[in-house]
C-alpha cells in the first residue's frame, strides 16, 4: 500500500478531527501532497495541499481557515488537523501525493497516488 489514510470517524458540528496518510518514503520525501474530498453525489474536490518541504499550504475557500495541513517527513506521514467541523464537511477523505515537489494543484490528475479514503460524518 503506498498510502494509508485513518483518522475518520463521526463528530459533531463544531468539533475538531486529525487525519493522517502514512506514505512509502519513494513517494512522499520529494512529492507535495494534498488532501481531496468527495461527498455523495458529489465531484471529489481539492481541500488542502502542501509542498515537499512543507514550505508551501494551499487551501481551498471552503476550509481556509479551519483546516490545517502538515506534514513530518521523517515519519513520512501528512496531516489535516479539522478544526470547528461543520455537516457540510461530510466526506470521504482522500490523500495523494503528487507528481512534483510542489503543493497548490487542484487538478486531480497532477496525482499519482491516492489512499483508499477515510469518512468524515459530522452530525449537527
Known amino acids: 500500500v503506498q498510502l494509508q489514510a485513518s483518522g475518520g470517524g463521526l463528530v459533531q458540528a463544531g468539533d475538531s478531527l486529525r487525519l493522517s496518510c502514512a506514505a512509502s518514503?519513494?513517494?512522499?520525501?520529494?512529492?507535495?501532497m494534498a488532501w481531496f474530498r468527495q461527498a455523495p453525489g458529489k465531484v471529489r474536490e481539492f481541500i488542502a495541499g502542501i509542498s515537499w518541504n512543507g514550505g508551501g499550504t494551499y487551501y481551498a475557500d471552503s476550509v481556509k481557515g479551519r483546516f490545517t495541513i502538515s506534514r513530518d517527513n521523517a515519519e513520512n506521514t501528512v496531516y489535516l488537523q479539522m478544526n470547528r467541523l461543520k455537516p457540510e464537511d461530510t466526506a470521504v477523505y482522500y490523500c495523494?501525493?503528487?507528481?512534483?515537489?510542489?503543493?497548490?494543484?487542484?487538478?486531480?490528475?497532477?496525482?499519482?497516488?491516492w489512499g483508499q479514503g477515510t469518512l468524515v460524518t459530522v452530525s449537527s
Open positions: 495523494a501525493a503528487a507528481r512534483r515537489s510542489g503543493g497548490g494543484f487542484y487538478d486531480r490528475n497532477e496525482y499519482a497516488y
Open positions: 518514503r519513494r513517494i512522499f520525501s520529494n512529492n507535495g
